[in-house]
C-alpha cells in the first residue's frame, strides 16, 4: 500500500476514534493518548498528524471548503455570483446528506466547549476568505473586493442556518432543500424590499 494511502487512512482513524471520544467524553476530557489508543496509532504519530487535539475538530471542514472552492469556480459564467454560491452549496449538500450522524457528533462536540466556539468563528472566517477569494477567480480578478467578502459571508450564513434547520429536524428532510429555501428566501426578501 502506497505511504500517501496509509498515511490518509491513519489520519481518517485518528478523526474518527476523537470524535467517538469527544461525543462520549466531551473534548475538554479526551486526552491525545486516549484518541491514539482508540485509532491504533503511536502518539507520536498522532502529533505527526495532527498538531493539536482541536485541528482534528475542523480537519474535515477545511477539505469541505477546498471542494466548495473547486466546484463553485467551475460554474458556468452565464450565471450571477449569488445564483453560482447557491448552485454549488446546494450541490455539495449530496456529500454532507449521507453524514448525518458524524455532522450531528462535529456540531455536539462544537457546542459543548466555549474555546472550540472561539475557534469555529475564526475558521468560519478562513472559509469566508475561501469563498470571497473563489468569487474573485471565477470573474477573472486579482484582488478581492467589498463585494466577494459580502457574497461570503451571507452565503456562508445561509449555508449554516440551513445546516442547523437540517440537524434539528428529521433525518428525513434534505439538506438540499433547506440551502436551496434559504436562498430563495434571501432572495425573494431582498427582491421585495428593493420594489418598494
Known amino acids: 500500500m502506497p505511504r500517501a494511502v496509509r498515511v490518509a487512512r491513519s489520519r481518517e482513524a485518528v478523526c474518527d476514534a476523537a470524535f467517538e471520544l469527544f461525543v462520549a467524553h ?4 479526551t486526552t ?19 498538531p493539536t487535539k482541536a485541528s482534528i475538530v475542523f480537519h474535515r471542514d477545511f477539505g469541505f471548503m477546498r471542494s466548495f472552492a473547486t466546484a463553485y469556480v467551475a460554474q458556468p459564467r ?6 453560482a454560491l447557491r448552485a454549488t ?8 446528506q449521507p453524514l448525518r450522524a ?24 478562513e472559509h469566508a476568505v475561501t ?26 450564513a445561509l449555508y ?12 428525513r428532510r434534505k439538506l438540499r432543500d433547506l440551502v436551496d429555501d434559504e436562498f430563495a428566501r434571501l432572495s425573494d426578501l431582498v ?5 418598494r
Open 32 to 50: 491525545a493518548e486516549q484518541i491514539s489508543e482508540r485509532a491504533g496509532v503511536s502518539p507520536s504519530s498522532f502529533f505527526r498528524y495532527f
Open 131 to 156: 469563498v470571497a477569494d473563489a468569487v474573485v477567480l471565477r470573474s477573472g480578478g486579482t484582488t478581492t473586493n467589498d463585494e466577494a467578502h459580502t457574497l461570503a459571508g451571507v452565503s456562508l
Open 89 to 96: 452549496f446546494v450541490a455539495l449538500c449530496a456529500d454532507v
Open 102 to 125: 458524524r455532522v450531528e457528533g462535529y456540531r455536539k462536540v462544537i457546542d459543548s466547549s466555549p474555546v472550540l466556539l472561539g475557534l469555529e468563528h475564526e475558521h468560519l472566517n
Open 191 to 195: 427582491c421585495a424590499k428593493g420594489s
Open 160 to 171: 449554516q442556518r440551513a445546516l442547523r434547520q437540517w440537524l434539528a429536524g428529521s433525518p
Open 78 to 83: 452565464s450565471v450571477t455570483d449569488y445564483q
Open 26 to 29: 466531551g473534548f475538554d476530557a
